[in-house]
């Protein structure tokens, strides 16, 4: 899934679910939506996105995929990690300016790792589960006296992080991320429908780079295909 925008859907950007590691969902530009990115159950690698100005950025629901380089961005949860068996992998991601940068909870216990985590507004990294302790070592955290936590680094003028996080050492300067931008020009863009598709009726605009052939397929909410439309191949624009 590549070098997409999808802006204003009023649901999902993307809805997936028991996708196989060599899934690549990469360069795409994602605004807009109730979640980013949703992902039920599989391990795809979500690497040089930009998502931000949504709700949420990435849901995780007994998903352990490579989030990596990433721009990730005013949102409410950046990376939202939810249930055992999610073990993401969240490396070299900019990860800042949202309400919790990476919310944790029911068991989940993902690696965080060399990201710049900062200038979120309640916590950095929050973990609501101590059942386990949440590695994020060796991160940016905005300063380099380290992440604010009131027992375990009074001093530090970062970012706060929760109870139960592991973050010491920690980085004592940004991390060079990988250059994490869609394309000028996206393969094609498709916005939001029109009206509610809780309607009898409904349009979803889309556009085209170049001609090619169309086919749309629409997810309920719980992830599950109801259509697919084959609309042949259209013309650019």
Known sequence: ILNNTIQGSFSNGMSLGYVSPDTLIKGNEISGDYYGIYLYRGNPQIIENVIKESDNGIYLSYASPIIKGNTITNLYNGIHCDYTETYAEISENDIKENEYGIYCHNQSNPAIHFNNIEKNRSYGVYNGDCGFTVDATNNWWGDATGPYHPVDNPGGLGNQVSDC??????????????????????KFSIGPSYPNPGNPESWFPYSLADETDVTIRIYNASGQLVRTLHLG????G
């Open 233 to 236: 191949t259209k013309p650019a």
């Open 165 to 186: 996080v592991a973050f010491d050492p920690w980085l004592p300067s940004p991390v060079a991320l990988l250059a994490a931008a869609p394309q000028a020009v996206a």
